[in-house]
């Protein structure tokens, strides 16, 4: 079966770090762009970050600078490192597959994780 | 960026209607060169992650019930939900994939009146 699990996510102080993990199972996370995707409590989803099968990264401007998607393909996992965390990073992050476009080199968000919640607070 | 806004943020409809949410574009994401919009529904439900019910704005993903239906094209979408079940209850949200950053609309929430 072809799952997502995310784990990582927990409280932190402001202008602390943390590193989420979203470990894949059934298929090659190298094989696949994968995203992140928060929901901040009460809000609506918000796209977080991107990273290409090639290695290529993309960032939403409210976490560029401060967040960095990696992956380790030995452990088939993806991650997001973030640093410098802010109150309005308090969410749930889901990490998500990409059903690949290759007209537009994007596509729709086909496979998710259950989330993991980030509370940033003092 | 492009700001993708639903009508209405809220919906109340009896069981066995239809329920029909509306997504604006602020700029086209039809792409001339295949003829697609770069356009998806996905369904949130609490507790659960979201789940995507159509991509290309109208092309349902496998195993989603044949009641929801998508259209439209360029800026102006629409999600209709014939004969609405109560596990339809849920948040709905547009998103736009044509490139990045992608963007959501704000969410509708559909509830059983």
């Known amino acids: 079966e072809e799952q997502l699990v995310e784990t990582g996510g927990g409280l932190i102080q402001p202008g602390g770090s943390l590193r989420l993990s979203c470990a894949a199972s059934?298929?090659?996370?190298?094989?696949?762009?994968m995203t992140w995707v928060r929901q901040a409590p009460g809000q609506g989803l918000e796209w977080v970050s991107l990273l290409s099968v090639g290695g290529s990264t993309y960032y939403a401007d409210s976490v560029k600078g401060r967040f960095t998607i990696s992956r380790d393909n030995s452990k088939n996992t993806l991650y997001l490192q973030m640093d410098t965390l802010r109150v309005e990073d308090t969410a749930v992050y889901y990490c998500?597959?990409?059903?690949?476009?290759?007209?537009?080199?994007?596509?729709?968000?086909?496979?998710w994780g259950q989330g993991t919640l980030v509370t940033v607070s003092s | 960026d492009i700001v993708m806004t639903q009508s209405p943020d809220s919906l109340a409809v009896s069981l066995g209607e239809r329920a029909t949410i509306n997504c604006k574009a602020s700029?086209?994401?039809?792409?001339?060169?295949?003829?697609?919009?770069?356009l998806a529904w996905y369904q949130h439900k609490p507790g659960q992650p979201p789940k995507v019910l159509l991509y290309w704005a109208s092309a349902r993903e496998s195993g989603v019930p044949d009641r929801f239906s998508g259209s439209g094209s360029g800026t102006d979408f629409t999600l209709t939900i014939n004969n609405l079940q109560a596990e339809d209850v849920a948040v709905y949200y547009c998103q736009q994939y044509y490139g990045t950053p992608y963007t959501f609309g704000q969410g509708t929430k559909l509830e059983i009146k």
């Open positions: 059934g298929f090659t996370v190298s094989s696949y762009y």
């Open positions: 998500a597959t990409i059903h690949y476009d290759q007209w537009r080199a994007t596509g729709w968000f086909d496979r």
């Open positions: 700029q086209s994401v039809f792409y001339n060169s295949n003829n697609k919009n770069y």
